[in-house]
Every structure is written in structure tokens, then in C-alpha cells.
């Protein structure tokens, strides 16, 4: 079966899968990612950048230095637990608390003289704490003031129980993706936080093609009795499951690129932060939009007294038709037993009619006579 052919048994409801009905298996497995996500971020916690928490930052252009030489070089200097990283192929990252411009400068020197640099080929950040935490503010700023508009957009939009399925949505894709920061220590850049900030963006842009099916099918639902409302959502999943789905493949391909072949070949650290944030984001995005938000609308939707009333006059309709049909059948298999009956009385007539006599089949027999034909003559 072609991709297309699927396409369009979906969206005609030939072939349909119960995503609504199975929501508490979605939400089984949701939340064991999500305990998963939270084990992380308060076990392990966060590994932030130097942005959101400040320090110094030493980057080193050497093609022959290698990451021990590099931290070696740095304790000597009176850095005591130094984060040593190699970015690309011919640097090294050298990341510590915050130095004074005295100490940073002792530092330059040691690794000039450790590892071959001349000092001026040494790039220095500085980061006080105060910044860092005027960008971790900054950030967390945004965070707010998109999820509010996106509660605003969606309520005007659609209603307010859409937005708030899509806003538990979003949350679930934010901690899943941070959760998984955590777990493999990959550091908080503010690329990172631009990675996250896009892929709820996709989150939200998916959600909406979902609910806006929704909406469609579910116009003007309460004064009919052919479905519920779940069963109308539920419908328009399945009609655009496929596009979701090629929509998520396209955009996770150049992702999985990034951090495959940039990251893993050739060595583009630096863009390690965004491609993990876009690809995890994405494909939670993707799950969520389909087994998360829509179940959790129709959970909401359902509580409404007109979907109640709806929901029963469904099922009694339904109830009826059973009812009807089993009348039928019934009827059908009564017929069934009196047309056997008659051809059973019409095969035992013809079976009568056409047996053979019981009488004797043998040489008929003449009545004796007293006389001869001769005595008759003469009498």
C-alpha cells in the first residue's frame, strides 16, 4: 500500500486508529519520560554555560595541544577544576569560576608557556556572576511571555480548554528536552535556549494543523448523534497524521545532519547545543501534538454538559441499532428455519410420491375355472 493510498483511507475514515481511546497508555508512557526528565534535572542538574553563571573563558588555536596538556597547563596556573572541552579540531575551551583580570592574566601566561601560543592568540572571556544572572532572568523572561501569548492566541482562536491542552503540551516538550540536557550533561548555551524557544514554536505550529482539523469536524456536533466529539477528534488526527508525520521527517533530517555528520565528524562543537535541543524538541513536538494535546482537549471537552447529552444520545442511537439489527437477524434466521422446514416437507412429498409400491411385483394370476372349454361346447 502506497503512502498516498494510506493518506486517503485516513482521511476517509477507511482505516482509523483509536488515539483518543488509548490516551491513558500515551500518558503511561509520557510520564515515564518524563520522571525520567525531572530525575535528571534535580538529580543531576543542569550543566550551565559560563553565560548563566559566570566565569572565564580561555580558547586556545593550537593544533598540537591536546585537552590533558590543556588542563594540566591550567591547574598549574591556580585553576582548580578546570572544564576542559575541544572545540573543532584545532581549539581548546578552557572554562573556569570567575578570575580576576590579575589571575586571568597569570593564566594567559602559563598556557602560552605550557602549551606553545603566543598570548595574544589566546582569546579571554570574561563573565561576571551578575550578568550571567541578568541572562538567566532574561531568559526565563521570554519563556513567560511566550507561553502567555500563545494562552491568548489560542483562546481567541479556538477556545480556552484548546489552549490549555496546548500549553500542557508545550510543558511536556520544555521539561522532556531540558530533562535530557541533564541526563547527558550537554551544556546550557543561549544557543540552547534558542533551540528550545524555536522547537516549541513547531510544537505549537503542529498543535494548531491538529486542532484547526478539529475545529472542522467538530462544528455544529451537539445538534447532531452520529459521534461524540472524541470520536470527531479522533477523526481528525487520523486525517492528518500523515502530513504530521512528513512534516517532522523533513525537519528532523537536516537536524539529525548536524549533529551527526557536524558534530560527530566534523567536530563543530559549537553547534552541538542547538542541534540537540532542535532534534529532541522536534520529535517530542511531534508525539505531543499528536498523543497529547488532542487527548487532553477531548478529556476537557467531554466534562461539558452538551458533550454529555451528545454523548448519550450517540450511544443510545447506537443501542438502537443493535437493537434493530439483532430484530433483523432474528427475523432473517426465523425465515431461515421455516424455509428449511418447508423443503425438508416438500423433499419428504416428492420422496412419497415416487417410492416404489410395496404391493407384489410377480405374474399376475387368472381366476381357476370349473369347466373346460370343451365341456362348455357340449353343454
Known sequence: MSLGSLAHRLYSGEVSYDFVGKRRRWYAISGI?????????????????????GGSEFTIPS?????????????AAGIADPIVTEVGQNKIRIQSPALTPTESAKVTAQLSKDLGVKQGDIGVTLIGPTW???????????????????????????EWR???????????DLLITIGIYALTGFEVTPATVIGILTIL???????????????ENTKGITSGNRMTYSEAANLALNQTLVR?????VV??????????????LLGAGTLKDLALALFVGTAAGTYSSIFIATPVACQLQERRPEMKALAARVQARRHAGDKAKAAVKKSAGDADDAGELAAVGSEATMAALTAPSTTSTGPRQQPKKN??????KKS
Open 63 to 75: 593544533s598540537t595541544a591536546t585537552v590533558q596538556q590543556a588542563r594540566d597547563s591550567a591547574k
Open 201 to 215: 514554536g513547531f510544537s505549537l505550529y503542529d498543535t494548531v494543523v491538529v486542532f484547526d482539523k478539529v475545529r
Open 244 to 248: 504530521s508525520i512528513n512534516t517532522s
Open 371 to 376: 369347466t373346460t372349454r370343451s365341456q362348455r
Open 132 to 158: 550571567g544572572a541578568e541572562i538567566t532572568k532574561h531568559a526565563l523572561q521570554g519563556l513567560a511571555v511566550f507561553l502567555v501569548l500563545v494562552v491568548i492566541f489560542l483562546s481567541l482562536y479556538f
Open 162 to 172: 484548546l489552549a490549555v491542552a496546548a500549553l500542557v503540551a508545550l510543558v511536556h
Open 251 to 264: 525537519a528532523l533530517l537536516p537536524v539529525a545532519a548536524i549533529l551527526i555528520i557536524g558534530v560527530g
Open 33 to 53: 519520560f518524563l520522571v525520567l526528565a525531572l530525575v535528571g534535572l534535580f538529580g543531576r542538574g543542569l550543566n550551565l554555560g559560563i553565560e548563566f553563571k
